[in-house]
């Protein structure tokens, strides 16, 4: 079993950055995607952006791309989302997740922590 914790939510203006983090324990998650997904009120949870196990490959929602960056500390068992440039639409509770190694980064994760809220102020 994987324990997925989220923190550094937060308020926010418009413009404004914030860097969330998430904390996996459990066992090490040396072999497993780690992604970011968020959903805002009365919408759909959706992709946000994931990283490979290597931290090689990092894949982005167009909504999101050159404003935020997905990186982890593998020794740390931990994955971060910088979020720069964060807009009113970004508004939403965040959610990070984990699945085995796999072809496909945008769905399908095992794993989910309980979510961290972000408001972005107009």
């Known amino acids: 079993q994987v324990q997925l914790v989220e923190s550094g939510g937060g308020l926010v203006q418009a413009g404004g950055s914030l860097r969330l983090s998430c904390a996996a324990s459990?066992?090490?998650?040396?072999?497993?995607?780690m992604g970011w997904f968020r959903q805002a009120p009365g919408k759909e949870r959706e992709f946000v952006a994931a990283?490979?196990?290597?931290?090689?490959?990092?894949v982005y929602a167009d909504s999101v791309k050159g404003r935020f960056t997905i990186s982890r500390d593998s020794a740390k068992n931990t994955v971060y989302l910088q979020m720069n440039s964060l807009k009113p639409e970004d508004t939403a509770i965040y959610y990070c997740?984990?699945?085995?190694?796999?072809?496909?980064?945008?769905?399908?994760?095992?794993?989910w922590g309980q979510g961290t809220q972000v408001t972005v102020s107009s």
């Open positions: 997740a984990a699945k085995y190694i796999s072809a496909n980064y945008y769905s399908g994760y095992d794993y």
């Open positions: 459990g066992r090490r998650l040396s072999s497993d995607i």
């Open positions: 990283i490979s196990w290597s931290g090689t490959r990092l």
